[in-house]
């Protein structure tokens, strides 16, 4: 298992058929994470096309993770949480700005996507809304929403299966109340086809 430690961020290529296991190792942490097609990163996750196509905006074992040209990017295998998010944006220096109140450098996912990503040439504004692995984010009969502590513990994992080749980026969250004031590292393993 690969580490991600608390508030930065890893890429990497996955292949077609490949398998992504995703482990909240201490529990209570989100992991954001980005898919672009490796053959063209002009196609990625979209959040919109995966919310119509899934018919949910819950989304867990046995959906499929859609991209911009409406093809499918991943299928979710196995999901020992159940709770994840593909409606709010990867935090970012302007979040904490804005809902923090925070002056000054604060490390985020987008942040750490960008920096992780430039060595595939994908820019700041390339990327998208991320799914976000293991966030409780619930809503009110009026549509407003609130970020709760994440219900997943300690060796919860997400298993994924890549469906075209892809550039991945993933982070360990580094907005407090994603994961209920503490932040903790995420570790994440590839399954080879072969």
């Not at 593909?86 to 002056?103: R, V």
């Not at 700041?124 to 609130?146: C, H, R, W, Y």
């Not at 892809?166 to 086809?193: Q, W």
Request: hydrophobic share 35%; net charge negative; aromatic share 10%.
């Amino acid at each position: 298992m690969t580490v991600i430690p608390i508030q930065s961020g890893a890429s990497f290529y996955l292949r077609k058929g490949d398998k992504l296991k995703v482990t909240d190792i201490k529990g209570a942490q989100v992991s954001d994470m980005v898919l672009f097609n490796a053959r063209c990163i002009k196609e990625k996750i979209s959040s919109g096309k995966t919310m119509d196509f899934e018919e949910s905006i819950l989304l867990s074992k046995g959906n499929y993770l859609w991209s911009n040209r409406g093809r499918k990017m991943m299928e979710i295998l196995e999901d020992t949480n159940g709770r994840n998010d593909f409606l709010l944006a990867p935090c970012s220096a302007e979040t904490f700005k804005i809902m923090y109140g925070h002056e000054g450098y604060h490390p985020s996912c987008h942040d750490n996507l960008t920096k992780n990503l430039k060595d595939y040439s994908i820019e700041e504004d390339d990327i998208p809304t991320a799914f976000n692995i293991f966030m409780n984010v619930q809503f009110d009969d009026q549509g407003k929403l609130s970020v709760k502590k994440p219900t997943s513990k300690a060796g919860d994992y997400v298993l994924f299966e890549a469906k075209m080749n892809l550039i991945v980026g993933l982070t360990a969250c580094s907005a407090e109340d994603s994961n209920g004031g503490s932040f903790k590292p995420i570790g994440y393993e590839i399954i080879s086809a072969e």
